[in-house]
């Protein structure tokens, strides 16, 4: 059977995938229109003109409800391997958790506040998503060396450090940048004075997504022996 047939691994695998798909469809659609320039636009600039909004805005919605659904479900594993064989203190996985959702509900506001309609809302929620989202993997990152080896093989906790690691070195020169760029715009010339600071921030904004989505990869192996069971209980007559 396919790794992510078993148990709970489709959350992570369908989170991997769809916000694969929706970055690179939303991207290609907006290339092709001529919205954008092929070269190193911002993910959002790839979201924010029709027809390509309406894509990048549904598909972003759906993926941080499978963010939110694939948190929630890694908090519940940890929290039942942690009462097993205790390896660390519940309050730092529910941090994790919190932040995490978050992250989550920032991807909400990117994905229905465009970048060039309400610039400062949308990258408010930018910032939740991204900051918020790299400490919540490297959270997850310390809990996975925390519950090594019973839980994790320290080959899985190398390598979500590693992406961690990665993702937060990223992010500060993303977050550096944009914000020495005077204005929001979808276009650039390389003769421009803030291109520079644009491309630096455009490929740390790449590189922390999809940090993020290579990290919940790691995920898949942890879920396939999670199961869901729903519980139906009527009390009193019908």
């Not at 959702?101 to 991204?130: K, R, S, T, W």
Request: glycine letters at 6%.
């Amino acid at each position: 059977m396919l790794c992510f047939l078993r148990g709970m691994a489709f959350v992570p695998f369908l989170l991997v995938t769809w916000s694969s798909a929706a970055f690179i469809i939303s991207y290609v659609v907006a290339v092709l229109s001529g919205h954008v320039n092929p070269f190193l636009p911002y993910i959002s600039d790839t979201g924010t003109t029709p027809p390509e909004s309406g894509i990048f805005g549904f598909m972003i919605n759906f993926s941080a409800f499978l963010g939110a659904a694939t948190m929630y479900t890694r908090y519940k594993i940890v929290e039942k391997q942690n009462q097993t064989c205790y390896f660390s203190t519940p309050v730092f996985n529910l941090v994790s958790l919190v932040l995490g959702l978050v992250g989550c509900f920032g991807m909400g506001i990117v994905a229905n506040f465009q970048e060039l309609a309400v610039p400062v809302v949308h990258d408010g929620g930018a910032l939740l998503a991204f900051v918020c989202g790299v400490v919540y993997t490297l959270l997850q990152s310390i809990i996975s060396y925390k519950s090594c080896p019973q839980w994790n093989s320290l080959s899985t906790c190398h390598i979500r450090m590693a992406i961690s690691a990665v993702s937060c070195a990223a992010v500060v020169p993303m977050i550096v940048c944009a914000s020495l760029i005077s204005i929001t715009k979808l276009e650039w010339n390389p003769r421009e004075k803030d291109y520079i600071y644009h491309v630096v921030s455009a490929i740390c904004e790449w590189t922390v997504a999809f940090g993020f989505i290579f990290y919940f990869l790691t995920f898949i192996q942890d879920f396939q022996s999670v199961t869901l069971r729903i519980s139906t209980e009527i009390n009193g007559d019908i």
